[in-house]
Nanobody, 126 residues
Framework: VQLQASGGGLVQAEDSLSLSCAVS????????MGWFRQAPGKEREFVGA????????YYRDSVKGRFTISRDNAKNTVYLQMNSLKPEDMGVYYC????????????????????WGQGTQVTVSS
């Protein structure tokens, strides 16, 4: 199983970035997908998640209204559109696939995800 995250970069505050995570080696359409991030010296934190069908999405409070998760099951890809970026959004962003197929929800807990990508760096200058 491989998850390949891409799209990170250096931007200024209030700019936008779009992250992608291409998945191979599992039946992507059955898995909930999550995005997490980790800033230097801090623990990995939940950013958002989407159910297998894309019908439900979940976000941490600080990104609600600015970030949007979507998925294209035909392309085995999940996306994270990030608008109005803030310096506190900086970190390495990871995508992850959950372990339970066809779940009614998508988890916020990192330990409920079995597969992880390598991460992509997002840097926001003020």
């Amino acid at each position: 199983v491989q998850l390949q995250a891409s799209g990170g970069g250096l931007v200024q505050a209030e700019d936008s970035l779009s992250l992608s995570c291409a998945v191979s080696g599992l039946t992507f359409s059955r898995n909930g997908m999550g995005w997490f991030r980790q800033a230097p010296g801090k623990e990995r934190e939940f950013v958002g998640a989407i159910t297998w069908s894309g019908a439900l999405t979940y976000y941490r409070d600080s990104v609600k209204g600015r970030f949007t998760i979507s998925r294209d099951n035909a392309k085995n890809t999940v996306y994270l559109q990030m608008n109005s970026l803030k310096p506190e959004d900086m970190g390495v962003y990871y995508c992850a696939a959950d372990r339970q197929g066809y779940s009614a929800t998508a988890p916020k807990e990192a330990d409920k995800y079995d597969y992880w990508g390598q991460g992509t760096q997002v840097t926001v200058s003020s």
